[in-house]
């Protein structure tokens, strides 16, 4: 397929590697933002082909595994109600509350419905007039757009049972926290680039100038990946901090302009809690007081809802790239996919669950076969045990 099948060339991203190699000189710790970036890294590879110099570690660029626990507690509660139809993307059925999951609400006789667009949870309100539609707005700035949407198109059709549970969050603020933390070790971050292809890159410019880090705007394929890297180690290298785009078939430096405008019409930034990291100052969207009647947390009382993290599980430490999956000592024994104790071993882009279903790739040297030369046209990769 044109435009994959190139970014994904055993041969290209070999030279890529050979380019980090022959350039870096000194130990650098570069952060892949987004979730599936890490499930690339870890699919194909990539870590095995830098030189052991070069350090990845994986941020909180899954939309899912940084949802807060007492939100999804929130939802488990919204769910449960018998007046309620309760729509949400797939991979948030499983992501464990307190105490149960929406698909175990859901077997309990609770209405919970699978979509793929809140368009469709605003279609079923349409369809439905006799039940309260709820939508669980989650995602970066990527998904914000399509629910903003939804919600100014409830509004303009009247309709008064349609409401949406928001978490939506924003990176930028994300990588201020993360850099600002006594913890950090990261030197360098490859942004991700369908985030960017809407927000745009300028708010990514004073991030590394105040704290010294480049920041590559990049794709999700492994030759993006790479060349993502090896632009971070150039710059790390020269002593240079500065924003440079990767990703430049999809990106421009200013957006998607008609999204930002829809953006800022419907949701104004607040305060959000990251699970596993805590809370990070103007870092999430909430509806403006034009949209709050369609606010599911106001609507349904359920601002009073919190909850605590099992104690076994590290993901706030994967989430801030300290610790990485294997890290866990429940990971792969007491959490698996199917009895998770995180949201990070649930989510299609949840680190946890990539090293689950590729670590077999993980320890593939730079002499071996590559994943790329027989696993690049979209196969699934093997699980060990």
Same mark, same amino acid.
């Given at each position: 397929m044109k435009y994959v099948d190139e970014f994904r060339n055993e041969t290209l991203a070999r !030279?890529?590697?050979?380019?980090?190699?022959?350039?870096?000189?000194?130990?650098?710790?570069?952060?892949? @933002?987004?979730? +599936?970036?890490?499930?690339?890294?870890?699919?194909? +590879?990539?870590?095995?082909?830098?030189?052991?110099?070069?350090?990845?570690?994986?941020?909180?660029?899954?939309?899912?595994?940084?949802?807060?626990? /007492?939100?999804?507690?929130?939802a488990?509660?919204?769910a449960a109600r018998p007046d309620v139809i309760f729509a949400s993307f797939g991979d948030m059925l499983r992501v464990p509350g307190s105490g149960k999951d929406l698909l175990t609400v859901k077997a309990e006789g609770g209405d919970v419905r699978i979509v793929y667009s809140p368009l469709d949870a605003l279609a079923l309100a349409q369809r439905r007039p006799d039940r309260e539609i709820v939508f669980f707005a989650v995602g970066f700035e990527t998904t914000a757009p399509a629910?903003?949407?939804?919600?100014?198109?409830?509004?303009?059709?009247?309709?008064r049972n349609?409401?949406?549970?928001c978490s939506h969050v924003l990176v930028p603020p994300a990588i201020d926290a993360l850099l600002s933390s006594p913890a950090n070790r990261v030197q360098?971050?490859?942004?991700?680039?369908?985030?960017?292809?809407?927000?745009?890159? /300028?708010?990514? !410019?004073?991030?590394?100038?105040?704290?010294?880090?480049?920041? @590559?705007?990049?794709?999700?394929?492994?030759?993006?990946?790479?060349?993502?890297?090896?632009?971070?180690?150039?710059q790390l290298?020269?002593?240079?901090?500065?924003?440079?785009?990767?990703?430049?078939?999809?990106?421009?430096?200013?957006?998607?302009?008609?999204?930002?405008?829809?953006?800022?019409?419907?949701?104004?930034?607040?305060?959000?809690?990251?699970? +596993?990291?805590?809370?990070i100052p103007q870092s999430g969207y909430r509806l403006r007081d034009a949209f709050a009647e369609y606010d599911a947390e106001r609507r349904f009382d359920a601002a009073g809802i919190s909850a605590q993290e099992s104690p076994l599980c590290i993901a706030g430490l994967v989430l801030q790239g300290v610790k990485k999956p294997h890290d866990c000592p429940a990971f792969g024994t007491?959490?698996?996919?199917? !009895?998770?104790?995180?949201?990070?071993?649930?989510?299609?882009?949840?680190?946890?669950?990539?090293?689950?279903?590729? !670590?077999?790739?993980?320890?593939?040297?730079?002499?071996?076969?590559?994943?790329l030369a027989g696993e690049g046209r979209g196969g699934g990769g093997r699980r060990t045990s």
């Open positions: !030279r890529y590697a050979d380019r980090i190699r022959a350039t870096v000189t000194k130990p650098w710790t570069i952060m892949e @933002i987004c979730g +599936g970036q890490t499930h690339t890294i870890v699919k194909y +590879g990539i870590e095995a082909l830098l030189p052991e110099s070069v350090t990845l570690v994986h941020g909180p660029g899954c939309p899912v595994c940084v949802t807060p626990l /007492e939100l999804i507690d929130k488990l509660a919204v629910t903003a949407m939804a919600v100014r198109r409830a509004q303009q059709l009247g309709l349609f409401s949406v549970l360098a971050f490859l942004a991700a680039g369908h985030v960017c292809a809407v927000m745009g890159y /300028e708010d990514y !410019r004073p991030l590394a100038a105040r704290h010294r880090v480049p920041i @590559i705007v990049t794709g999700f394929e492994p030759v993006d990946l790479l060349q993502g890297v090896w632009l971070a180690v150039k290298e020269a002593g240079r901090a500065e924003v440079e785009n990767q990703y430049a078939r999809a990106v421009r430096p200013e957006g998607n302009q008609e999204a930002r405008r829809l953006l800022d019409e419907v949701f104004e930034p607040t305060d959000r809690s990251w699970r +596993g990291i805590g809370l007491l959490c698996t996919p199917e !009895r998770p104790l995180g949201a990070p071993m649930v989510s299609s882009e949840g680190a946890c669950a990539a090293y689950y279903h590729y !670590r077999n790739y993980s320890t593939v040297s730079p002499s071996s076969p590559s994943p």
